[in-house]
């Protein structure tokens, strides 16, 4: 059985449809990824699990019992926000402790689980401090340590890293990971950038105006998307027309080969750039002038010019277009 | 570029600290001295200061009915604005922000009707249903709220704006709270600047409010002042300098507690749950 289930949800608002008839289904200790751009109704999505929006048609189940009536502050489910949710008045341990409290927890058991808390995000030493005292990524992992504390049934993250700058979103990321087995919540975790989504979960869920375009583990969505758009949201593809059909390739399986090939397309140099292990050459294929971007090893010997004329290869096709 | 706003930043601030001072000041010696008006001057500046006029003033038997009335009114007024401005506010900013203009220009109508119109209307239209808001003192209390509008809205509506009031009520929630214990737990202590800012502003005005409470012959502090100028002039002068020092104490009360705020980096660091 699972342990959250949105059954044909549907919301509304006015004449947009925001989820449409939203299906999926998450099973107990599992950390599922709503992947989509802004607007493709992920955050509602979560915003009806968490309770703090009514949805038109369809259900809402956890553990068996329909939770559609039940208001927020009745469904356990952890919630960590994309902006630093904080309550600036009380320190990080009494912001741990604040479910617990809620729940009438006795002060003793209330300040042993808010320790134990402290010590799962790493951040025993800053129990007495404020929040503003704390760096961002401090405050998400005390958000985290205070969501985790009630046990929650279901842990909701709204994009809780997006407001992190690159290296500390990294670590934070990692610590969310770890932090979830270790406790076996079953999570559901928003987000709109791809490298999240397909590090940190079991599966991913991408979704475009409202409707799910795919639910797969990461590698199924990356290497067997069902849809153009899970395609090219997710990682990168060359559109090129190969024996009159136009079909996307990654540029990882993209090969650029001296001109003398055979079985090889034949392209113009355009653009190159090196990042170290891997370098892009962009080649203009003469067939039907596309720009076909390769990502290849940089390897000893392999070195192309401005103009030179190449011949291109496909490893593997990803998929025809729609 | 510091050191030229430095040096702007001291006349301005003599400038505007005697627009205050040199008031005060006169009224004090005005209060506090037995000399003739006329005659004070430099040479009169240490000569006969007395505070019997204050204590002839305040040992008045009217004074402290008067006195305590206004009290009573101020702190009734200050607890009927926070209960209806605080969820009325609440629910501007998290569900009703199409309302919140309406709300700012209805808020201002406290500026825009003149107290004896107020008056009137009000006695007009409640003398038969609600005979209390014109008989009974305390039927000052909606009137005075209505005087507080302008300000005490303006207030809290910056106190909710400073807030990320979503994401912190929706937090609350999501960790069990009900709407009344986030409300308790979460908002007030946020908004308590803004309450105690509301609250005192309100009770100044309470405290200070005469053209209502002259026209429906209630004898509070303000119409009692004005009827013992006659008798006790400088009497009344030394109740209104006390008023004021009392006014600047409790602001210099609130600058306190606002630098004690969590959100400032002075605050000391308190202790686990």
Known sequence: ?322 | MNKRRTTWEWPVILVVGAFFIVPMLAMTRFAMQRVPMSLLGRDTLFSRWTIRGLMNTISDDKFQPAFLLSVRLGIVTVLVVLALLLPTVLWLHLRAVQWKMAAEVVSLLAYVVPPIALVVGVSGAYRDTVPWIVSTNFGLVPLYAILCLPFAYRTLDAGFAALDLHTLVNASRSLGASWQQTFRKVLIPNLRTAILTTSFLAFAVVMGEFAISSLLLKRTLPTYMVEAQGREPQGAMGVALLLLVLTTVLFMVLGRIQKKSPTSSSQEIRITP
């Open chain 1, 1 to 322: 059985m699972s342990q959250l289930e949105f059954a044909h949800v549907t919301k509304k608002y006015g004449d947009l449809e925001a989820l449409s008839a939203f299906t999926l289904s998450i099973q107990k200790g599992e950390l599922i990824s709503i992947l989509g751009p802004s607007g493709c109704g992920k955050t509602t999505a979560l915003r009806v699990a968490a309770g703090f929006e009514k949805f038109d048609a369809g259900r809402l189940i956890m553990n068996g019992h329909n939770i559609e009536p039940v208001p927020p502050q009745k469904r356990n489910m952890g919630m960590v926000f994309q902006s630093y949710s904080l309550f600036p008045h009380l320190t990080v341990a009494e912001n741990i402790g604040f479910g617990l409290s809620i729940r009438k927890m006795e002060k003793k058991k209330r300040v042993s689980v808010v320790s134990d808390m402290l010590d799962l995000v790493r951040l025993v030493d800053v129990g007495h401090r404020y929040p503003h005292q704390l760096s961002g990524g401090q405050q998400q992992r005390v958000a985290l340590a205070r969501a985790l504390a009630i046990e929650p049934t279901v842990l909701l993250l709204d994009e809780p890293l997006s407001a992190l700058d690159a290296k500390v979103r990294v670590e934070v990321r990692e610590e969310i990971r770890s932090l979830q087995k270790r406790t076996g919540t079953t999570t559901l975790f928003v987000t709109h950038d791809q490298d999240e989504a397909l590090t940190i979960s079991d599966r991913v869920c991408v979704m475009s105006n409202g409707v799910i375009q795919q639910v797969g583990t990461p590698q199924e969505v990356y290497d067997n998307p069902s849809t153009d758009f899970v395609a090219t949201f997710i990682g990168e593809t060359n559109s090129v027309t190969i024996a009159g059909n136009e079909v996307l390739v990654r540029p990882e399986h993209t090969r650029v080969v001296s001109d003398a090939e055979p079985d090889s397309y034949r392209g113009i140099v355009q653009n190159f750039s090196f990042a170290g292990p891997l370098k892009t050459v962009v080649v203009r294929m003469s067939v039907d002038e596309s720009l076909v971007r390769a990502t290849m090893t940089n390897t000893v010997g392999t070195e192309w010019t401005m103009g030179q004329e190449v011949g291109i290869v496909f490893d593997h096709i990803l998929r025809p277009t729609t």
